[in-house]
Protein backbone atom coordinates (compact mmCIF):
# COMPACT_ATOMS: atom_id res chain seq x y z
CA UNK A 1 0.00 0.00 0.00
CA UNK A 2 0.80 3.49 0.21
CA UNK A 3 2.96 5.26 2.63
CA UNK A 4 4.76 8.35 4.08
CA UNK A 5 8.24 8.71 5.60
CA UNK A 6 9.25 11.74 6.79
CA UNK A 7 11.76 12.78 9.30
CA UNK A 8 11.05 12.55 13.01
CA UNK A 9 11.63 15.40 14.77
CA UNK A 10 11.91 17.90 16.34
CA UNK A 11 14.24 20.03 14.37
CA UNK A 12 15.29 22.80 16.48
CA UNK A 13 16.81 26.20 14.15
CA UNK A 14 17.52 29.87 14.75
CA UNK A 15 15.93 32.60 13.04
CA UNK A 16 16.65 33.26 9.31
CA UNK A 17 18.16 29.50 9.48
CA UNK A 18 17.62 27.18 6.03
CA UNK A 19 15.32 24.11 6.57
CA UNK A 20 14.64 21.02 4.59
CA UNK A 21 12.55 18.43 5.99
CA UNK A 22 12.90 15.12 4.19
CA UNK A 23 10.02 13.27 2.64
CA UNK A 24 10.23 10.13 0.63
CA UNK A 25 6.63 8.30 -0.56
CA UNK A 26 5.82 4.58 -2.08
CA UNK A 27 2.95 4.72 -4.12
CA UNK A 28 1.77 2.89 -7.39
CA UNK A 29 1.07 4.80 -10.43
CA UNK A 30 1.11 9.45 -10.11
CA UNK A 31 0.84 10.84 -6.73
CA UNK A 32 -0.33 14.11 -5.80
CA UNK A 33 1.92 15.08 -3.00
CA UNK A 34 0.94 18.21 0.12
CA UNK A 35 2.38 19.39 2.46
CA UNK A 36 0.40 20.30 5.73
CA UNK A 37 0.95 22.81 8.82
CA UNK A 38 -0.75 22.41 12.33
CA UNK A 39 0.00 25.99 14.11
CA UNK A 40 -0.65 24.77 17.95
CA UNK A 41 -3.37 24.59 18.93
CA UNK A 42 -5.25 24.05 15.45
CA UNK A 43 -6.01 21.84 13.09
CA UNK A 44 -4.17 21.20 9.60
CA UNK A 45 -3.76 23.82 6.72
CA UNK A 46 -2.68 22.76 3.25
CA UNK A 47 0.69 24.53 2.67
CA UNK A 48 1.75 23.53 -0.55
CA UNK A 49 1.24 20.77 -3.18
CA UNK A 50 1.88 19.12 -6.65
CA UNK A 51 0.10 16.96 -9.22
CA UNK A 52 2.94 15.31 -11.03
CA UNK A 53 6.28 15.08 -11.34
CA UNK A 54 9.31 17.86 -11.56
CA UNK A 55 5.94 20.50 -10.32
CA UNK A 56 7.21 22.61 -7.72
CA UNK A 57 4.52 24.16 -5.28
CA UNK A 58 5.41 27.13 -2.99
CA UNK A 59 3.79 29.27 -0.49
CA UNK A 60 4.88 31.56 2.37
CA UNK A 61 8.22 31.10 1.07
CA UNK A 62 7.86 27.36 1.93
CA UNK A 63 8.84 24.86 -1.68
CA UNK A 64 9.05 21.35 -2.59
CA UNK A 65 9.37 19.82 -5.56
CA UNK A 66 7.89 16.18 -6.80
CA UNK A 67 10.88 14.24 -8.05
CA UNK A 68 9.88 10.95 -9.24
CA UNK A 69 13.25 9.10 -9.64
CA UNK A 70 14.09 9.44 -6.14
CA UNK A 71 10.00 9.71 -4.86
CA UNK A 72 10.67 12.29 -2.49
CA UNK A 73 8.69 15.41 -1.70
CA UNK A 74 11.00 17.45 0.43
CA UNK A 75 10.49 20.81 2.38
CA UNK A 76 12.38 23.93 2.27
CA UNK A 77 12.75 27.37 3.23
CA UNK A 78 15.44 29.57 3.23
CA UNK A 79 14.92 31.55 5.51
CA UNK A 80 12.63 30.94 8.69
CA UNK A 81 10.74 32.95 11.34
CA UNK A 82 9.63 31.99 14.56
CA UNK A 83 6.27 31.96 13.40
CA UNK A 84 7.10 28.93 11.32
CA UNK A 85 7.05 26.85 14.38
CA UNK A 86 5.11 24.21 14.16
CA UNK A 87 4.36 20.40 13.15
CA UNK A 88 4.34 19.51 9.33
CA UNK A 89 3.13 16.83 7.55
CA UNK A 90 3.90 15.26 4.02
CA UNK A 91 1.01 13.35 2.53
CA UNK A 92 -0.03 11.78 -0.79
CA UNK A 93 -3.03 11.22 -2.24
CA UNK A 94 -2.92 7.86 -4.61
CA UNK A 95 -3.29 8.15 -8.55
CA UNK A 96 -7.31 7.73 -9.68
CA UNK A 97 -8.38 7.84 -5.94
CA UNK A 98 -11.70 9.09 -6.33
CA UNK A 99 -12.31 8.63 -2.74
CA UNK A 100 -9.63 11.52 -2.11
CA UNK A 101 -8.05 9.75 0.74
CA UNK A 102 -4.69 10.80 1.81
CA UNK A 103 -1.50 8.96 3.58
CA UNK A 104 0.71 11.06 6.02
CA UNK A 105 4.07 10.71 6.92
CA UNK A 106 4.33 11.33 11.15
CA UNK A 107 4.86 14.74 11.27
CA UNK A 108 7.90 16.79 11.75
CA UNK A 109 7.93 19.24 14.40
CA UNK A 110 9.86 22.41 13.93
CA UNK A 111 11.07 24.79 16.50
CA UNK A 112 12.29 28.42 15.55
CA UNK A 113 14.69 29.95 18.18
CA UNK A 114 14.73 33.94 18.26
CA UNK B 1 -14.05 29.75 2.88
CA UNK B 2 -14.96 26.40 3.58
CA UNK B 3 -15.20 25.57 7.24
CA UNK B 4 -14.96 22.49 9.12
CA UNK B 5 -16.32 22.59 12.80
CA UNK B 6 -15.67 20.11 15.68
CA UNK B 7 -18.18 20.13 18.66
CA UNK B 8 -15.40 20.26 21.02
CA UNK B 9 -11.91 21.82 21.60
CA UNK B 10 -11.30 19.66 24.69
CA UNK B 11 -12.86 16.82 26.52
CA UNK B 12 -12.09 14.63 29.55
CA UNK B 13 -14.35 11.34 29.98
CA UNK B 14 -13.90 8.13 32.35
CA UNK B 15 -13.11 4.76 31.52
CA UNK B 16 -16.54 3.02 30.21
CA UNK B 17 -18.07 6.26 28.82
CA UNK B 18 -19.91 6.30 25.66
CA UNK B 19 -18.50 9.59 23.17
CA UNK B 20 -19.84 11.20 20.89
CA UNK B 21 -17.59 13.55 19.01
CA UNK B 22 -19.32 15.85 16.25
CA UNK B 23 -18.16 17.18 12.71
CA UNK B 24 -20.07 19.80 10.57
CA UNK B 25 -18.88 21.10 7.16
CA UNK B 26 -20.83 24.02 5.38
CA UNK B 27 -19.88 23.32 2.09
CA UNK B 28 -22.09 20.62 1.04
CA UNK B 29 -18.83 18.14 0.22
CA UNK B 30 -19.85 14.82 0.19
CA UNK B 31 -16.38 13.15 1.70
CA UNK B 32 -15.67 13.01 5.48
CA UNK B 33 -13.03 12.01 7.52
CA UNK B 34 -12.33 10.89 11.08
CA UNK B 35 -8.68 10.51 11.61
CA UNK B 36 -6.99 10.24 14.96
CA UNK B 37 -3.50 11.96 15.39
CA UNK B 38 -0.23 10.45 17.47
CA UNK B 39 3.16 11.97 18.02
CA UNK B 40 5.51 10.01 15.84
CA UNK B 41 2.24 8.13 13.90
CA UNK B 42 1.11 11.21 12.04
CA UNK B 43 -2.56 10.77 11.00
CA UNK B 44 -4.36 8.01 10.81
CA UNK B 45 -7.23 7.20 9.13
CA UNK B 46 -10.69 5.45 11.47
CA UNK B 47 -13.65 5.88 9.16
CA UNK B 48 -14.86 7.66 5.92
CA UNK B 49 -18.11 8.52 4.91
CA UNK B 50 -19.13 9.11 0.41
CA UNK B 51 -22.46 10.44 1.58
CA UNK B 52 -25.53 9.83 4.00
CA UNK B 53 -25.54 6.37 5.74
CA UNK B 54 -22.51 5.59 3.79
CA UNK B 55 -19.35 4.74 5.87
CA UNK B 56 -16.16 2.73 5.50
CA UNK B 57 -13.51 1.72 7.99
CA UNK B 58 -10.19 3.45 7.54
CA UNK B 59 -7.08 1.89 8.83
CA UNK B 60 -7.62 1.72 12.69
CA UNK B 61 -11.86 1.60 12.78
CA UNK B 62 -11.52 -0.70 15.96
CA UNK B 63 -13.28 0.59 19.45
CA UNK B 64 -14.97 3.16 17.13
CA UNK B 65 -18.17 3.32 15.23
CA UNK B 66 -19.73 6.48 13.05
CA UNK B 67 -23.18 7.93 11.94
CA UNK B 68 -23.63 10.07 8.72
CA UNK B 69 -27.53 10.95 8.74
CA UNK B 70 -27.08 14.39 7.30
CA UNK B 71 -25.09 15.62 4.92
CA UNK B 72 -23.21 18.30 6.59
CA UNK B 73 -22.64 16.09 9.53
CA UNK B 74 -20.47 13.18 10.61
CA UNK B 75 -20.25 11.74 14.06
CA UNK B 76 -17.38 9.97 15.40
CA UNK B 77 -18.50 7.68 18.21
CA UNK B 78 -16.32 5.69 21.28
CA UNK B 79 -19.08 2.88 22.52
CA UNK B 80 -17.11 2.26 25.68
CA UNK B 81 -13.83 4.61 25.66
CA UNK B 82 -10.76 3.17 27.03
CA UNK B 83 -7.28 4.95 27.79
CA UNK B 84 -5.81 3.95 24.30
CA UNK B 85 -8.49 6.28 23.09
CA UNK B 86 -7.07 9.34 24.20
CA UNK B 87 -5.63 11.57 21.29
CA UNK B 88 -6.40 14.47 18.45
CA UNK B 89 -9.41 13.43 16.59
CA UNK B 90 -9.52 15.51 13.26
CA UNK B 91 -12.24 15.60 10.85
CA UNK B 92 -12.21 16.81 7.38
CA UNK B 93 -14.08 17.23 4.43
CA UNK B 94 -13.93 16.94 0.42
CA UNK B 95 -15.81 17.55 -2.36
CA UNK B 96 -16.28 13.51 -4.38
CA UNK B 97 -13.51 13.46 -7.04
CA UNK B 98 -12.40 16.82 -6.43
CA UNK B 99 -8.87 18.07 -7.47
CA UNK B 100 -8.68 19.98 -4.25
CA UNK B 101 -7.43 18.63 -1.11
CA UNK B 102 -9.14 17.49 1.98
CA UNK B 103 -9.86 20.86 4.40
CA UNK B 104 -9.38 19.72 8.37
CA UNK B 105 -11.69 21.26 11.57
CA UNK B 106 -9.38 22.46 14.25
CA UNK B 107 -9.51 18.92 16.57
CA UNK B 108 -10.90 17.51 19.29
CA UNK B 109 -8.37 16.33 22.28
CA UNK B 110 -9.23 13.87 24.39
CA UNK B 111 -8.42 12.61 27.17
CA UNK B 112 -10.20 9.41 28.99
CA UNK B 113 -9.10 8.59 32.69
Known amino acids: GDSVTQMEGPVTLSEEAFLTINCTYTATGYPSLFWYVQYPGEGLQLLLKATKADDKGSNKGFEATYRKETTSFHLEKGSVQVSDSAVYFC?????????????FGGGTRLMVKP | DVKVTQSSRYLVKRTGEKVFLECVQDMDHENMFWYRQDPGLGLRLIYF???????EKGDIPEGYSVSREKKERFSLILESASTNQTSMYLCASIRWAATDTQYFGPGTRLTVL
Open chain 2, 49 to 55: SYDVKMK
Open chain 1, 91 to 103: ALRGFNNAGNMLT
